[in-house]
């Protein structure tokens, strides 16, 4: 297993417009996290899966950001109607849900540009 | 809420020589996680260490470890021996134990220089 991927790893677009984001988890993960990382400052909690559940989601996550899990594996983030202020790296991190050996690895990230 | 706080935005160092990065944290609860995190440039973040809460010993990995003072809520972490690849963005994160979500810092940029 090569960890965490996330695709595409950049992204430039016109303000108004959809886009979506893919990330596939280590395989035998089954939780699977979200973050948002502006410039100089650290990632942010935008929303987590359990297999296909969201358990939950950050008052970051506007009503024009939607995440899915459809078969617990990979998840999509899809952001409607963009707006300059969505530019920022996309983190997705997974992790094995064990509490003994907590971690959350986290992918290479998207970054968005809305131009 | 949680938060944490690195009050650190840039430190160096020289390459053999020993660093200790900062980072305290607000929290209620007695149940928790914290991290630290390294994040290269352009590079994708790894964990450097963990600490649990209920644990009284600190953690350590090879030149990685951590003074955990729980009661000052405080968690830094010091590099030994610091090599050239240990430059890099540290970020502290802080996990109520459960909540499933970092709570990160706004981390502190480490130079190491030769």
């Known amino acids: 297993d090569t960890g965490v991927s996330q695709d595409p790893r950049h992204k430039i677009t016109k303000r108004g417009q959809n886009v979506t984001f893919r990330c596939d988890p280590i395989?035998?993960?089954?939780?699977l996290y979200w973050y948002r990382q502006t410039l100089g400052q650290g990632p942010e909690f935008l929303t987590y899966?359990?297999?296909?559940?969201?358990?939950?989601k950050s008052r970051l996550l506007s009503d024009r950001f939607s995440a899915e899990r459809p078969k617990g594996s990979f998840s999509t983030l899809e952001i409607q109607r963009t707006e300059q202020g969505d530019s920022a790296m996309y983190l997705c991190a997974s992790s094995s849900g064990h509490r003994v050996v907590y971690e959350q690895y986290f992918g290479p990230g998207t970054r968005l540009t809305v131009t | 809420a949680q938060t944490v706080t690195q009050s650190q935005p840039e430190m160096s160092v020289q390459e053999a020589e020993t660093v200790t990065l900062s980072c305290t944290y607000d929290t209620s609860e007695s149940d928790y996680y914290l991290f630290w995190y390294k994040q290269p440039p352009s590079r994708q973040m790894i964990l450097v260490i963990r600490?649990?809460?209920?644990?009284?010993q600190n953690a350590t990995e090879n030149r990685f470890s951590v003074n955990f003072q729980k009661a000052a809520k405080s968690f830094s972490l010091k590099i030994s021996d610091s090599q050239l690849g240990d430059a890099a963005m540290y970020f502290c994160a802080f996990d109520q134990g459960g909540s499933e979500k970092l709570v990160f810092g706004k981390g502190t940029k480490l130079t190491v220089n030769p």
């Open positions: 395989s035998e993960h089954n939780r």
């Open positions: 899966f359990q297999n296909e559940a969201q358990l939950e």
């Open positions: 600490q649990e809460a209920y644990k009284q």
